[in-house]
């Protein structure tokens, strides 16, 4: 229950929901909760992230205005904070560059299947080519035997 919602249950999201949620990869979020920089809990023995938790590190965004008692408000003029930012985004690029290095491994992969599958369906052409005139060859020989 969290007291701030009216005591109604806090929504809480697996790793893969709140992945698909923020557009971030679950490995990405892992790392976030093992550096403690994203709460997580445990609930039958799964992690599970609460909701608020990812509006609270800026991974989604609410319509709700921030509190003004929230210690995690951004301040501008707060060099800590602009070195926790820049530090964000050091770890966000660094997440994007894996991801980018995995879909090319990805796509260099699918390029090869589809190399390799376009050959495989020109040898099948190819084989039934051979074996349509084959047939045709059989149906002519008796067709001028006959004349």
């Given at each position: 229950m969290d007291p701030d919602n009216g005591d109604r249950p806090e929504v809480m999201l697996a790793v893969a929901e709140a992945a698909a949620a923020t557009g971030l990869t679950p490995k990405a979020l892992r790392r976030r909760m093992e550096r403690g920089s994203l709460r997580s809990v445990l609930?039958?023995?799964?992690?599970?992230?609460?909701?608020?938790?990812?509006?609270?590190?800026?991974?989604?965004?609410?319509?709700?205005?921030?509190?003004?008692?929230?210690?995690?408000?951004?301040?501008?003029?707060?060099?800590?904070?602009?070195?926790?930012?820049?530090?964000?985004?050091?770890?966000?690029?660094?997440?994007?560059?894996?991801r980018v290095e995995r879909q090319s491994a990805e796509l260099a992969r699918l390029r090869l299947l589809a190399a390799h599958a376009e050959r495989a369906k020109e040898a099948e052409v190819a084989r039934l080519r051979r074996e349509l005139e084959a047939v045709r060859g059989g149906r002519d020989e008796p067709a001028s035997r006959r004349s």
């Amino acid at each position: 229950m969290d007291p701030d919602n009216g005591d109604r249950p806090e929504v809480m999201l697996a790793v893969a929901e709140a992945a698909a949620a923020t557009g971030l990869t679950p490995k990405a979020l892992r790392r976030r909760m093992e550096r403690g920089s994203l709460r997580s809990v445990l609930v039958d023995g799964r992690r599970r992230i609460p909701l608020a938790e990812l509006v609270r590190a800026g991974l989604l965004v609410t319509d709700a205005p921030t509190k003004p008692s929230d210690p995690h408000r951004r301040r501008p003029d707060d060099p800590l904070q602009n070195l926790g930012d820049a530090l964000e985004a050091r770890t966000i690029v660094h997440e994007l560059l894996d991801r980018v290095e995995r879909q090319s491994a990805e796509l260099a992969r699918l390029r090869l299947l589809a190399a390799h599958a376009e050959r495989a369906k020109e040898a099948e052409v190819a084989r039934l080519r051979r074996e349509l005139e084959a047939v045709r060859g059989g149906r002519d020989e008796p067709a001028s035997r006959r004349s």
